[in-house]
């Protein structure tokens, strides 16, 4: 089945090598950063899309012979992209949104989703462990790699310089692939310490913020107190 990846940061680019991995027979990226359609590529995109430059709901009908995507993942966010997503997913087709939109987002239900008899799931997390098991398969069988998303590597003395390299705009996204270098022991815990407290602030919710242990959110306090880009850089990231 035709693949459609909307927004390719971290997730959507690991979504792209999971889809290659469990034979997608077309797998479409669609992002309007340069460096990360690039890396698409790289994770094992057939298609790369820049929204930008064209229209991306005419390319993926065009690419797959009228049809559309029978599955669309929705990782951006971002309202446009999401009313993309429902144009160019199939007729019975499925659409995944793990992006946050700002507000708001208007749909054509009727022609759209109605009609289409498509059908929309909202994620926010994993189904354990089940997800965790079918992850730990694929990479450790080779049958999907990472490696090209992790684009820098810093040392935890280095934060500063990770940080500064927040204010690149091209790179400021990439700081959580930056992070992943100090994921090998002891600094597993930290590595889920800032993803935990971004994660947190990004969804603004209270509900959420309960869920995530006090200990673990005062390494970003932390941060924060030693560095102030924190909460530049926090309020930028999603």
């Known amino acids: 089945n035709p693949v459609a990846v ?17 034979g997608a027979w077309k797998v479409i ?9 690039a890396l698409a590529g790289k994770m ?14 005419e390319v993926v009908l065009r690419e797959t012979d009228g049809s559309g995507a029978e599955v669309v ?30 507000g708001p987002v208007t749909l054509d239900l009727n022609d759209q989703v109605i009609f289409k008899e498509a059908k929309i799931l909202g994620i926010t997390g994993r189904e354990m462990f089940r997800t965790w098991q079918q992850t730990t ?9 990472i490696a090209p998303v992790i684009t820098h590597r810093f040392a935890l003395d280095q934060f500063e310089e990770a940080f500064t390299l927040c204010t690149d705009d091209e790179a400021r ?10 994921a090998e022991a ?10 935990a407290d971004f994660y947190g602030r990004a969804l603004e919710t209270e509900r ?12 970003g306090q932390l941060l924060r107190e030693r560095h102030p880009a924190y909460d530049e850089f926090n309020a930028s990231w999603r």
Request: net charge neutral; with cysteine.
């Open 6 to 22: 909307i927004g390719c940061g971290p997730i959507g680019l690991f979504a792209v090598a999971i889809a290659r991995a469990l």
């Open 137 to 145: 398969t694929l990479l450790s069988t080779g049958r999907v790699d």
């Open 73 to 102: 993942l929705e990782m951006s966010g971002n309202a446009r992209a999401i009313d993309q997503g429902t144009r160019m997913v199939a007729r019975g087709g499925r659409m995944s949104l793990l992006g946050l939109p700002d």
């Open 186 to 195: 002891p600094w597993a815990t930290v590595l889920f310490t800032l993803r």
């Open 44 to 57: 094992g995109a057939d298609l790369l899309i820049d929204p930008a430059a064209e229209d991306p709901v």
């Open 173 to 182: 996204r990439a700081f959580q692939d930056a992070l992943l270098a100090i």
């Open 29 to 37: 990226a669609i992002e309007p950063n340069g460096a990360r359609r």
């Open 208 to 219: 959420f913020g309960k869920r995530v242990d006090a200990g673990l959110v005062n390494v």
